[in-house]
């Protein structure tokens, strides 16, 4: 009789620490603030079927501004950009990127430049993505 609970825990153990295993071996999500803390980014799995990621930027600032361009760049090679204006409130996130691909190598080097205007001048900064290893990845259904 005192073997069942026994059993039970072994196999609880061996599921979570399967599942650890698989989770650490995805794709990581990807995060970065800016130097000054007014921009925060991240790159995360949307957790849908169908495996979308999307990449957001979030304004920190205390002024309405209007980003003008971005350029996210993989190993200072430009792999998504855009050029329009688009007007952000303090506290706001703006989805910049939505895709299907993944960034899976940890080794790769990503940079976020945003390109924004207030009401005194032109500005830019760059933002360094570093991955993020998960844990406890749910899977998809």
Not at 2 to 16: H, Q, R, T
Not at 19 to 41: A, D, H, L, V, Y
Request: proline share 5%.
């Amino acid at each position: 009789m005192k073997k069942k609970p026994l059993i039970l825990i072994i196999l609880l153990a061996l599921f979570l620490f399967s599942w650890f295993i698989i989770s650490i071996n995805q794709p990581p999500e990807w995060e970065g603030t800016s130097s000054s803390g007014i921009w925060k980014t991240t790159f995360e799995d949307e957790y849908s079927p169908k495996g979308f990621w999307n990449g957001f930027f979030t304004w920190n600032g205390v002024e309405t501004i209007t980003v003008t361009k971005i350029s996210l760049t993989r190993n200072d090679i430009e792999i998504h950009g855009w050029e329009k204006d688009e007007t952000l409130e303090p506290k706001t996130s703006y989805n910049y990127l939505t895709t299907t691909n993944t960034f899976d190598n940890k080794k790769d080097k990503y940079i976020l430049t945003i390109y924004w205007n207030d009401n005194k001048d032109q500005h830019f900064e760059a933002i360094h993505l570093l991955p993020k290893t998960r844990y406890f990845v749910f899977p998809k259904f």
